[in-house]
């Protein structure tokens, strides 16, 4: 009954939050693939990082954004050569 | 020395050209010596929205390509005089015809004269846009609250800042309150949310718009209305005032009605 009144006079389940989610994700895929600096300075660090504790093929190493219907998900394809003894 | 300031967006049709006329209008209207630049080669209509269409002798093209003196292409208003002019684009020719250097050039040699330079940019992101940008100081973004819009908006940001033009401002048009009380149209706080970017001022829709438009005039002159209050407003703000933004609700009595039942009201 009272989302019925609340529907009557205009509730907060109006498309508006439909546009937001939807742009929300849309600018997420936009500016990444806006910016390949972005993109280059994140497989640049990423590198760092874990050839602290594997040996990565860094030639074959990729870095995308991939889109789902209602996610968007950072794919890192990272070629492991070697685990390390030590650290 | 004046400043100049690139009115732009992403998407075509959101109302760059009628921001353009009713802040430069406004601006004179305010007692500041204000140019307006068409600078979208091919398809002019800054001179139309102004009600200047019968007045155009010379182009933009012209000026850059020296067959006149700047003085020579400038229109003067028909309300203002030498306070507000306008440099129409050049109706027959290609958008690639100025070149980013020659508007650089151009915009240095206005500031000498007036107080604000405001450049009516092309939609889109190619050379039109590349050309407007290039001898600006600042720059407006319009956008509607449609996601389209917003999304174009969004890259616009990246592209101006990209091109070292920080700070871009916003400009929300056509906003519907109607749609809004119904939650069906994004507001303000929704955009801000989004685009992260300060909002210079919010238009609402309205048929005024148009019917000005018809009669060569701008609404920004219109004192009951709407849309012209709400353009005064960012007048004001580009002047440096603090202005509030314009409660866009009208029926006041629905909105209590509402927040009564939510159990807001409390």
Same mark, same amino acid.
């Given at each position: 009954?009272?989302?019925? @009144?609340?529907?009557?006079?205009?509730?907060?389940?109006?498309?508006?939050?439909?546009?937001?989610?939807? #742009?929300?994700? &849309?600018?997420?895929?936009?500016?990444?693939? #806006? /910016?390949?600096?972005?993109?280059?300075?994140?497989?640049?660090?990423? @590198?760092?990082?874990?050839?602290?504790?594997?040996?990565?093929?860094?030639?074959? #190493?990729? &870095? /995308?954004?991939?889109?789902?219907?209602?996610?968007?998900?950072?794919?890192?394809? @990272?070629? &492991?050569?070697?685990?390390?003894?030590? @650290? | 020395?004046? =400043?100049?300031?690139?009115?732009?967006?992403?998407?075509?049709? $959101?109302?760059?050209?009628?921001?353009?006329? %009713?802040?430069?209008?406004?601006?004179?209207?305010?007692?500041?010596?204000?140019?307006?630049?068409?600078?979208?080669?091919?398809?002019? %209509?800054?001179? $139309?929205?102004?009600?200047?269409?019968?007045?155009?002798?010379?182009?933009?093209?012209?000026?850059?390509?020296? %067959?006149?003196?700047?003085?020579?292409?400038?229109?003067?208003?028909?309300?203002?005089?030498?306070?507000?002019?306008?440099?129409?684009?050049?109706?027959?020719?290609?958008?690639?015809?100025?070149?980013?250097?020659? +508007?650089?050039?151009?915009?240095?040699?206005?500031?000498?004269?007036?107080?604000?330079?405001?450049?009516?940019?092309?939609? *889109?992101?190619?050379?039109?846009?590349? %050309?407007?940008?290039?001898?600006?100081?600042?720059?407006? $973004?319009?956008?509607?609250?449609?996601?389209?819009?917003?999304?174009?908006?969004?890259?616009?940001?990246?592209?101006?800042?990209?091109?070292?033009?920080?700070?871009?401002?916003?400009?929300?048009?056509?906003?519907?309150?109607?749609?809004?009380?119904? *939650?069906? +149209?994004?507001?303000?706080?929704?955009?801000?949310?989004?685009?992260?970017?300060?909002?210079?001022?919010?238009?609402?829709?309205?048929?005024?718009?148009?019917?000005?438009?018809?009669?060569?005039?701008?609404? $920004?002159?219109? =004192?009951?209305?709407?849309?012209?209050?709400?353009?005064?407003?960012?007048?004001?703000?580009?002047?440096?005032?603090?202005?509030?933004?314009?409660?866009?609700?009208?029926?006041?009595?629905?909105?209590?009605?509402?927040?009564?039942?939510?159990?807001?009201?409390?």
């Amino acid at each position: 009954m009272f989302e019925f @009144i609340t529907k009557l006079f205009g509730g907060s389940d109006g498309s508006k939050n439909k546009a937001k989610e939807r #742009l929300r994700l &849309v600018l997420v895929h936009d500016r990444a693939s #806006l /910016s390949p600096g972005l993109v280059a300075a994140l497989e640049a660090e990423l @590198i760092e990082v874990i050839s602290k504790y594997l040996e990565i093929d860094e030639e074959g #190493l990729d &870095v /995308s954004f991939d889109e789902g219907d209602d996610s968007v998900a950072l794919i890192a394809n @990272i070629p &492991v050569k070697n685990v390390k003894r030590k @650290i | 020395m004046g =400043k100049v300031i690139v009115i732009t967006s992403g998407k075509g049709g $959101v109302g760059k050209t009628t921001t353009t006329a %009713n802040l430069g209008t406004g601006l004179a209207a305010a007692g500041q010596k204000v140019c307006l630049v068409d600078t979208d080669i091919g398809l002019r %209509n800054l001179d $139309v929205v102004l009600g200047l269409e019968n007045r155009i002798v010379y182009d933009l093209l012209d000026v850059v390509e020296g %067959n006149c003196r700047v003085r020579q292409a400038l229109i003067k208003d028909k309300h203002f005089g030498e306070s507000l002019v306008l440099l129409p684009a050049a109706q027959t020719r290609e958008k690639d015809a100025v070149s980013p250097e020659q +508007m650089v050039e151009l915009m240095a040699q206005l500031k000498e004269e007036y107080d604000f330079i405001i450049l009516d940019s092309p939609a *889109g992101i190619e050379h039109g846009f590349k %050309n407007a940008i290039a001898g600006a100081d600042q720059a407006i $973004v319009v956008t509607t609250p449609e996601i389209s819009a917003v999304r174009d908006a969004d890259r616009i940001i990246g592209l101006l800042e990209a091109a070292e033009l920080y700070d871009p401002q916003l400009i929300i048009n056509r906003v519907r309150p109607d749609m809004v009380r119904k *939650g069906d +149209m994004m507001d303000i706080d929704d955009i801000d949310d989004i685009l992260a970017i300060s909002i210079l001022g919010v238009i609402p829709d309205d048929q005024d718009i148009i019917v000005s438009t018809n009669r060569g005039e701008t609404v $920004v002159m219109d =004192k009951k209305s709407r849309p012209g209050q709400a353009y005064r407003n960012v007048v004001r703000r580009i002047l440096g005032e603090e202005v509030p933004f314009m409660d866009l609700q009208e029926r006041k009595i629905m909105h209590w009605f509402k927040r009564i039942l939510s159990g807001e009201a409390q």
